[in-house]
Each structure stands twice: as C-alpha cells, then as structure tokens.
C-alpha cells in the first residue's frame, strides 16, 4: 500500500465529484489533451502538497498526462476532501491526506511524499518546499524546481531568497495575473462567505461584517459580504489599501473599536495575532468568528481558550465559547481556513485558471531545467494572456481585436491635442 | 409510538441546533417569555404542516410554552431536517415528518396529526387545510381558524374564498409586512443561492443565472446572485414586476430567449411549467436547474426525463441528465424548493419574525375565536411595527421619535408653498 | 399679456429641450396620439400647479391635444426651468412661472391661473387645491375633480377628508404603482444625487451620506448615493422602515448621532424640523446639507442663520455658513428640492409614466363626472398594467405570456404537495 | 498682457470657485503650507500643459508657493473652466486657455507658455513635450525633466523612450497608485457618468451603457453606471480585461454586436475608432454617443457627420445627428472628454491625490537635476504610502499597526502548517 487515506470506500462518490469538477474545468482540460501529446513533464517526479479538494485531483491527473508521476500530500489539516483523497488513490496516486490529520502526521506525510525523490516540487504555503530544506536537505540538488501557490508561501519564500537559503527556483504561480487577480479575489471571497453559511447558516443582511485585511482575499470577502446585504467594516494596516476600502465604500477602522460592533469576524490578512483576548474581551454576544488565510493563528485561539469557562460544538464547525460574564464567541473550524474546512474551497472554475499556471510553471521548470537560479520567478505575461483568451473562448466569448491602423496608431506618439 | 422520524439517535444534535437558532431568534424568544405567563393558547390544539427546520423547533416550543398542545408533519418531501425531527420526537411532540418522505407517506402524516382534532391549523402552502376541506370535513365546525405562512398558500386560500369553499377563517401570515417584506425577499434570496452553492459549489461570479418570476423571492434571488457576481436575466409575466426588474438594472426576456443564455435557472413563480422539454433542449451543456418555488412542478420533470438517455446523481442533489446528442443539464434537489432542501432553509434570523407572526396570528384566531367569517384575513398593521421594534431593540439599533409639534405638523393640511 | 415669464426670449431654447424631453416619453406621446382623437378632455379647463420643466411641457402639450385649455404655474419658487416656461408661453399657455419667484408671487401665480375657472385642477403638493379650498371657494361647486402627484400632496390630502374638508373628488395619482414605485424610487435616487453633484461636484466615493427617511424617496437616494461609492446612514422614524434599510445594509441611527458622522445630508421625509440647530451644532467642518422633500422646512434654516457668524454663495446653489468657531456648513438651493432646483428634477424616461398616469387620471375625472364623491381616490390596477406594459413595448422588451393550462392551474386550488 | 482668456470679468467667481475646491484638497494643501517654508521649486520655471479647472488652480498656487514661476495652457480645447482661467490670470500667472479654442490656438497657447524658458514640464497627454520635442528642440537641454498626468500620455512618451526620441527623464505620475488606483478609477467613474447626466438628464436606470475598454477609467464608468442602475456592456481588446469585467457580472462582446443594443456608448480605451460608421448604422434610435478618453478620435465624428443628413444641438454639449432613415444618434461635447467638457472633471478629494503627486513628482525632478537619465520613472512606493497616508488622516481615519512581534513573523519563514 503506498498511500494513507481516511477510507477507500468512499473512492467511487470521489470520482463522480472529480468528474463534475472537470466539467466545470476546460482550461486545465485542454491543457491536459496538449500535454498528452507532447509530454512536457516525461520523467519528472512531482511531489505536491496542496489542498486534496475535487479540483486539485483534475491537477494531479493532468500532471500524469503529461508524463510526471506524483505524490501528494494536503497542506493544511482540516482541508482534505476523504472521498478525492479515496479516489486519487484507487488510481494508484501515492497520497498521503485526510481530514483532521494533527501536526505530526502533517509533516509525516509531506516526508512520505518525498521518498519518490521528487525532481519538482509543487506548494501551497511552502510547507513541503520548507521540508525539503530543513529536513531533507540532500534533495535539493535532485531537483529542477518549484512552484507555489499562495501569497503566503510566495511571502515566505521570497524571504528565504533574501536570505539567501532558497536552494532551488521557484515559479511564484500565485503572482500570475490570472491566478491573483480572480481565484484571490472571485474564488475566496465567494468560498468564504460558503464557509460560513455552511457553518452557520446566519442571515448576512444587516450583519456587521468585520474583514480583517484589505488585500485580494480581503477584498474578496468584503465585496460578497456586502452582496449578500452585510455592512462591511475593513481593517488594515497599509494606508494605501485602507483608502481604497474607503472608496470603495467600506468603512475602515482598527480592530479595537471593530471588534466591539461585529457580528461576524474574518481574518484575510498573513499575519498572527489579528484577533486577540482584548478584542474577543469586546466582542457583542453570539459573535462569528473565522479566518480565511492561510494560517490559523491569526486569530489567538489559545487565548480565547484560556478566556472560556466552557466550550461545545454546536454544528459541525461551529464552536460556542462562554466567556466569564456570559457572552459567547462562535469560532468556525478552529481558526482554519473557512472555505476550505468550512465548505469546499474555491469553485473549479477559478482553479481551472490557477491550475493551469501550476500545470504551465512545472513544465515550464522542466524545460528550463538548470538554466534557472535559485530565485523566485514570475510568469511571462503572455502566458496570462492565453490563457485567459482560452477561458473566454470556453464561455463562448468574443471580444475585439485590433485592425491594422489601429495598431499603428497605438505605436504612434505624434498624434495629439 | 406517537411520531415517526428517520432515527430519534439524531435527537441530541437536533436540540444543539435548536439552540443555536434560538439564539438568533430574540423576538420569537421574546414572545415565548410572554406567552409563559399568559397562556394565549391554553386549551388549544395546533396541527401544523410544515417545513421542520430547526426555526421551526422553537416555533413549537413556543406554542407548547403558550399552553397549545401541538401535532406536526412537514409541508414538503424533502425540507425534513431529520435530527430536528427527532429532537422533537424526544421532546414529546407528535410529530410525522423525514426526509425523502413519498406523496403516499406525506398525505398519511397529515392525517395523523388531524388525529388529536386540532381547534387551530397551520399551514405552509395549504396542504394541511385543503386535507381537511376535502378528507376531513368533519373536523372543520371543531377548528376556529388557521394561518398560512406562503404567497402560494395565500393565493390557493383566496381562490378557495372566492368559491365559497373555505369553511374557517385563516390569517393570510404572509402577508404580514415584516414576513413578506423581510422572509420572502431576504431569507429566499439568501437561502436559495446557499442551496445552488452547496449542491454545485459552482462560482457565481460571471455566470448568467436566470430567474423566473421578480415577485418578492425573485428579487430576492436576483439581488443575492448579482450580489455573489452573476448576471441576471428575469423573466415575468407582468409587465409591472419586469419593468421594475428592467429599472433594477436586470434583462428582462422571454424564457424561450433565455434559455439559450442561461448557466444557471431559479424558477420563482408559483407557477407549473415554466421551465419545459423546449427550453431544455435549447440550454447550453452544463446549464444547472433549479426551483425556489412552493411545488415542483415549475419545472417540467418528466418532460426532462422523456428527453433523457440516461441520468445519475454526481453529488447530493445534484442529477445529470444527459440529453440526445450529448449536452447534459444538471437539475437540483427533484426541483424540489433549493433553499430548504439543498441547503436548511431560511436563516433563523428572518425566520424569527415570520415565526413571531405565526405565533401572533393563532393567538389572535384563538382570542376572537367564534367571530369571525370563513374568510382570508390580514394582520394588524400595528403587530407588524411592533415586531419591527422589537427586532430592532434585539439589533441595538435606535431610531428617531417624532416630537410634540412635528406630530402636530403631520396632521396639518394648511402648511404650504 | 396672458403669462408671466422670466424672459420670453428664451422660447426657442426651451422648445429644443422640450423635443428632447418628448423624444424621450414615448408612452406620453402614445397616449397624445390617442387622444388627438378621442378628444377626452373636450371643452374642459385645467389649472395646473406643478413644476415647471422639459417633462411637464408634454403633459402641458397633451392636455392641449386632449383638448383642454390650460393655465399653469409652478409649483415651488425654484424649480421653474425659464426656457421651458417662455416655450410654454410663445405657445399660448397662460403660465405664470419663474424661478426665484417669492412666497407672495407664488400664490398670485396661482391665483392668475384660476380665472380661467378650471373644470379640473393638477397638484403636487395639493398648493392649488388648498388655494381653491381656502381663497377661492366658491369655484369648488365648478370642478369636477383634481390630482395630486405627491406623497406629500396626497397625505395633506387624506388629512382633508378625514377632516370633512375636501369638497371635490381627488385622483392620488402618486398612489399608482407605475408611479411611486418608479419616479419616486428611480427617479428622486438619480436627480437627488445629480443636484448634489451639480452644486457641489464632490466626490461621492468614501463619503458618508446621511439619508433622514427610508420611504421611495429616501430609499432611492440611499441606493443610488452607494452606487457611487458613499457609505449609507439612515435615519427613519418608523420600525419598519428602518428594518427594511437594515436589511439592505444600511447603518441606521438617530440623527442625533448620525449628525457628527455625516459628509453629506439628504432629507427625505416629508416632515419639518428633521435637521435643527443640535444637529449642525455636532456635524464636521464641511458638511454639505440638502433636502428633496417637497417643503423647504425639513431643514431648520432659520436656525442655522441665527448660528452662523456669515453666509456667502460659493457656487451656484451652494451657500457656505460659517458657525461660531469656524467650521463651515454648506446648504444647497436654501433647502429647496435639490434635485429641481440643483439640476433638472427627474429624468424624462420616469416622468413618462407619471405623466401618463396624470393624463389618464384626468381624463378618468371627466369621464366621471358628478359620480364621484368629494374622497381621495386610487387608479385602477389596470392603469398600472397598462402603462408598464407600454412602457415595455417602447423599450423594446417581450416578455412571457401564461398559456390557457397555465391560467387554469393559477385558479385551480387542488393541487398541492 | 501675460495671459489670454475668455472673459476676465469671471476672475471673481473663480476665485470663490478655488477656494471650494481647496477646502476639498486637504493633502494639497498640507504639502503647500510645507513648501512655503522648503521652497523646493526655488529658482525653477514650470511650464503646464493641462485641463485648467478649479483644482488646476490650487495645484498652481501650490507650485508658486514652492518657488516656481509657473506658465499654463489647457490640455484640451473644450476642457477650459473660463472663470478659472480668469482668476489665474488676474492673480499674475502666465495662462492661455479659454473654453472652445481651436486646434491652432491650441499649439498657440503651448508655444506662450515655453517662451519662459521652462525647466521643468508639466504634461496631461504629452502636448505640451511632444511640442517641445518638435517645434522647440532647442528648449530640451534647458530642461531637467518633465511629469506627465494620464495613462495615454505615459503610452505615448514610452513609445518615445523606446525609439530613443526621448530627451529629458519623466515621471509618469499616471503610475504612481494614489493617482491610476485613486483618480482614474473612482475620479473618471464618476465624472464620466456626471457628464453625461448634466448634458442628457436621462435615466441611467435601465439603461443599456456600453463602455468600450476595462482599464481604470473603463472599469469606473462600469461601476458608476451599474450603481445608478444600467445593465453594462463592456467591450474590450485584452482578454484578460475582458476576463475581469465578465466576473465583475458584466457582459462581454464585441462592438459590432453591442453597437445594436447599446442606449448608451462610452468609450474609455486610449484607441481611435472605437465606434465608426458601421456601429451608428446599427444603433437604435436615440442612442447616446461620448467618449471619456485622453483625444477626441475614439468616436469617428467624420464618418458620423458623413451619414447624417441634418445636424442641431439640441441642448448644451448635446448634438443631434439624424440619420438616413430617420434615426437620431446623439453625440456630446463633440467627442471631448465628456467628463471634463460636459461636467466639471473630476472631484476636488481625488485630484487632492494626483496633484500632491505631480508636485511631489516636480520637486524630486528639481532635486535630481541631472542626476537621471532620459527615460520614463515611476515614482517611489513610499510616497504612495505617505500620501495615502496624510490622506486618511485628513479624512478622520486610523488604522492598525503591526506590533513588534508581528514585524518578527511576517519576516520569519520558519512558521507552518
């Protein structure tokens, strides 16, 4: 047996949702009928570790097409999907995922995946990237590259590159226009606001929303919040995205005079500690608390812990804490990712965009093989723009195209007044 | 055995969601503190039909709490949440309700809680009444009143009324402002698209999503969809709802023009074929179909399945069917009602107001007992500004009083210019 | 002379204006078109009151080719457009309208239209009415009935006949659906904020816009004062209402708290004293402050005189009062309707239906004659299908049509499940 | 005389005109009262080329206030508010720029203001360095640099570095993202729309407004015209634009299909024949023609006036072209930015930003006097954040801090799981 699952049973139910997801896929899909043909990836050995959700199993079966075999594990304990972990190893996927893993299983399976002595790697938050660095350390002259796909991880990595301890190229897939400027913004803040319905089943009309961060995600979150009737209050450090929630008619403050007039609370930011006692020490009874980034210490769990005389899971996901005094704070899936552990991720429709970049990066890794430094590397623009043409055509839409004189035009800096 | 659920093991997790609706359900509880000490319905026998969700629970036990004895069955095959039934089985109602329940087994549990001969009904689309105006005349000189809680129900009511075959009064609940204002517009629009997401987890944002009928749970669904990123088309048969629909800033068209456009359809109309074998085979691959309707046959299912070579159920309440020549079209939940069953319904919080309503409507049939006609009667104005008040002092939220002389300034006609 | 204009030369301005209003009012025009030949207002004389714009001229012009004589004049001291009033005039209207005409001249205007001794009078704002009722008695036995456009018109109007005051049959022609629910929605949200842009070309996006009064028109101004990017406060006095703007994700407070948050007033409420010295005594340096009710007393201007140490007009309609310690609060068009006075009041595509509906309620009146008693009356339900569908087929729209089995299901009551 | 202008009787109203437009620029003015005492322009000459309005002005004074001697003309013959102009003028500054100036005036205007002898330029679509390049070579080596205002201008002195035509560094303050993110945006949004309400005062609501192009100042018209209640249609070149706008819930295609369907067309590309004759032969009667561009060619007026057989305007900026046939193509301000000619331009809080950039952008020219090369700069990341910075404060906004601890671990990329 080379992989751990929850329970094989459940492989048939994964495959039909597999199914419905590549459905909803046709970028990736196309890509993969390119691939197997041309091979791009014969002879690699991918070692993944990102979410095992019904979209990454299309991933994975694209990367096979294209000649890789792969092993993967989940980057993140409550996000696997047991019936797309079940499939993908009843096709024969060394896998190593499933819901409610602890940390130490975590990084088992990350060590498990790498005894196939990958030649690229593919990360979601840069934990499998890390591991390779820390703990094994000897594979990294094995291997050509790697791909992440979060700002987080982008984030981290950059940092290790100006450190100087990144040891092998790494595409920042995550900075491709097509992947932040739509599964950030469109895929999170839909799948957040999923997350918590799911969780919950709270009305979002005339709810105080509390986003915490103004980035992509953020901006994602608050604009769905708003859609479905919330008021959204936006906190955030940076003044130049604050103003911009200002005009985009978000009301901006610090999370300590926020934390008073939420009803629901969700952290888009990177960073720890957003959410704290003195914040939860403010908070309206019956508040909703959750966090979207990647990390879940973003909201200070073992405080609001410390602060709670009981605590109970009311509906699948949905904690109550009683604080002393009587009021109660409701906390979505341990402070995990909530539209992940809470629902299902982000539709396949905008992974289709992300996972075609990844698809495109590892091959583009094994192309350039030893010709790259060890840096964190952009995708050409070009590859932004076929793709997103490709996504249009699939939704059967036109759009104009410059003439000839209008081409000349636009290089011509003569006209004016 | 006085009920009959799915399995009573499920009774513990339906009273922890209970809780958790009660705690968003200020006005209702409210009233139930109330009715505690004035027992309204002392004496009183209630059998009620409809949807059993967990805002239906404290609905019960508020009624119970007022002195009513209570009998119970669902209005709808598939809305049952069945824990919540158990839950209340545990608690002693008697109670005929579970999910996936046949039309046979759905008739049989109205007559069981006809059993206890009921002095008041309550009804979610008629369903309960109509049995007793067709297969138990008998009981209808026993029942001083009922209450209907949807704009279908009404509609059924009135034209009963209007022939002369309604043999005791009924309060038109829907009707109520701070229920069809409120319930109608927010709870559907929220609650429907909650019901796509969960069945599909398709991305609404760029999607064309398609829906029939800008009644209140049209413009519901129509704002939530555009809310979440679709583009909206809406078809009507009134010219006034389509110009306010045109206004809204949606296209309006025919379904036959819509068809072909549409990735997604929410039927909302009360009406029977909407949607039919012509509109169908006119729909792009992958369109997914569904219905927020009272009954399911907005679509025309078995025009669907005549048109079908085969169908499967990819995830929980979601079927493909695929047509001649290969385009498949995705129908939701038996297009059966999405939001109660692909999703659980209306949030607690806009139930809290329709169910202090319900609560209200049969205090008052019972208080007036004996004085009224068989006919379809309004609620009180004033029930409904006391109720808004309430719920919004349950929100913290204050508003302007008008003073001595602007009272006196509203009365006068002579001021001008 | 047989009017009063500001200067007749501006005929021929105004009459351009007025074939630009008119190619915008097809329904208007239909309805011209029809009554060329049916002549339903043979032999009768209008008095009309109302304002003096490119919109009312075609109304002016239909009533003309019904084959009324008419006699006009405006219905607020600011509002009249003077080239409409002079096109008007070089037509042969007796029309006694400028702008900037004072309180005295304003009822001489009125006053000069009725010599004519009108068979039917026109309201908004129930000014003439009231003159006729209070100066002019005895030409109430001569007048078969009269209108009324407004929500404030037709409140003064109701307290009249609950008073046994009103001695001749009114048409609430705000009360039409394809009126209140369009004009006073679509049409006061656009012209509201476009007076504001116009007097003071602010940014909307990250203001905060306090909008005192959640009815059409205060809903309107809400919703289109967010769709430029403000963020919303309302103020409301009634529950409902203020739920009702909760729930569409609006802040909602007292002005009194609403008066130190606000860059930008707006009220909408039909009632005086709704921003008095308090509230400008606690708002920010800046803040501008306008009203689109009917009457100029929404905002207590005597009060901010006497608080303010000088007052001078920045812009046109935009006058600067400097309070005690310097901060500066801007009123625009001295609290007149700012969408008549600042820009051009509604836009002509709305006033088409009210003006039709204004039409038709006149011919209504005729047709009626000496049957109606002295009440407050509503327009059929007909009226509005009517309207909206011509409205639709001008605008080029189809929409669906119920088939005979259709409307056999809508009657049939036995149908359930 | 130093300065030509319309009328400078209107110096008086001007004035009073600034001083409302330097209440509304807060950061501005901070930066003045800073270079009052750095006189970082000591010594230099500042030739402008850009749109004269009220907040021109203030930009002016700032400059004069930093040092500078400063000479101006307008960027563009229809854009020129002429009571500004008159108040520049008879404060002492050098302007040539009246409302309405032909193509020859024009360059007239340029070649005044150069013979100061300029060190340093100002530019708003590059006029006024494409003149210097051209007819005053010999001003170049005079010059330490240049700062250029839009987007087109940017394109258009890229296209000159490119070719090596380029011969004295400039800052492209378009880029800097306080002024693209900010002005372009949310600045152009509104403005656009405002433009074309004041020169048609149509409903927006809807109304089908197709917006050709999705850069900022596209994605802004779209945004605008959808909050005040039109279905938008957007075309675009990139499909990568063309991807966004579609998830933003508009709909895509191309010209030739939209030209049919569009009441409303606006063109925000930077390209010329945008719309051309085989679009206004498929427009429907009375559709409304402007453009919001940097020149007047994106809309080809030639070939619409080539078509018609009459022409009139029928209102200010408002001109009626009847076609063969009969139908009636409306074209404002004759194809010049409609914001700028048909309303004010921008706001006063969003050109706040821009020009702190342009006299930030000035000062670090003068300070690198020689230092820099012959290219395009884009301006400090550091000055966004400052002057977003400023800009918030001003607007009465904190916002959080990181703390120490949390400045550790954005730095640490050792954290995982």
């Known amino acids: 047996m080379t992989y751990k699952v929850r329970d094989i049973g459940l492989a048939d139910q994964g495959k039909l949702k597999i199914e419905w997801a590549e459905s909803r896929m046709p ?236 009803d629901i609370f969700i952290t888009a930011t990177g960073m720890k500690d957003v959410i704290v006692d003195r914040h939860f020490a403010a908070m309206k009874d019956g508040a909703v608390v959750c966090n979207t980034g990647h990390y879940d210490c973003e909201i200070n769990i073992p405080q609001l812990k410390s602060m709670s005389v009981s605590s109970r899971e009311l509906r699948p996901g949905n904690e109550e804490f009683r604080l002393e005094g009587g009021r109660r704070v409701y906390l979505l899936v341990n402070g995990r990712l909530v539209n992940l552990a809470g629902a299902e991720g982000h539709p396949s429709e905008v992974m289709d965009m992300s996972f075609a970049n990844q698809s495109l990066a590892l091959t583009r890794l094994a192309r350039l093989a030893g010709t790259l430094e060890p840096k964190v590397y952009e995708l050409p623009k070009e590859q932004d723009l076929e793709l997103a043409g490709l996504k249009l055509r699939t939704m059967g839409v036109a759009i104009d195209e410059l003439t000839e004189d209008q081409i000349k035009y636009m290089d011509d800096y003569s006209a004016g007044t």
Request: aromatic fraction near 6%; charge should be neutral; proline fraction near 3%.
């Open 27 to 262: 970028v990736l899909m196309h890509l993969r009928e390119e691939f197997k043909k041309t091979q791009p990836l014969a002879g690699q050995r991918v070692a993944g570790c990102l979410h095992v959700t019904k979209e990454t199993a299309p991933l994975i079966r694209t990367l096979v097409a294209a000649g890789a075999q792969v092993s993967w594990s989940g980057c993140n304990p409550l996000s696997t999907q047991d019936d797309i972990s079940a499939a993908l190893a009843a096709d024969g996927i060394p896998i190593y995922a499933w819901k409610g893993m602890n940390v130490e299983e975590f990084y088992w399976a990350i060590d498990e995946t790498l005894k196939m002595v990958p030649t690229l790697t593919l990360d979601d938050g840069a934990d499998l990237i890390f591991s390779v660095h820390s703990r094994h350390k000897e594979l990294c002259s094995r291997i050509l590259g790697g791909t992440e796909e979060t700002t987080t991880g982008v984030h981290r990595l950059r940092a290790m590159a100006r450190d100087g301890a990144l040891r092998y190229p790494v595409m920042a897939v995550n900075d491709a226009e097509t992947k932040w400027d739509f599964d950030n913004v469109y895929g999170t803040g839909q799948s957040s606001i999923d997350g918590i319905l799911r969780t919950t089943n709270i009305l979002m009309a005339g709810k105080v929303l509390v986003v915490a961060g103004y980035g992509h995600c953020g901006r994602g979150c608050a604009m769905r919040g708003r859609g479905l009737g919330a008021r959204v209050i936006v906190t955030e450090i940076s003044p130049l995205q604050a103003l911009k929630a200002m005009l985009d008619g978000f009301q901006v403050m610090k999370m300590d005079e926020a934390a008073a007039l939420g």
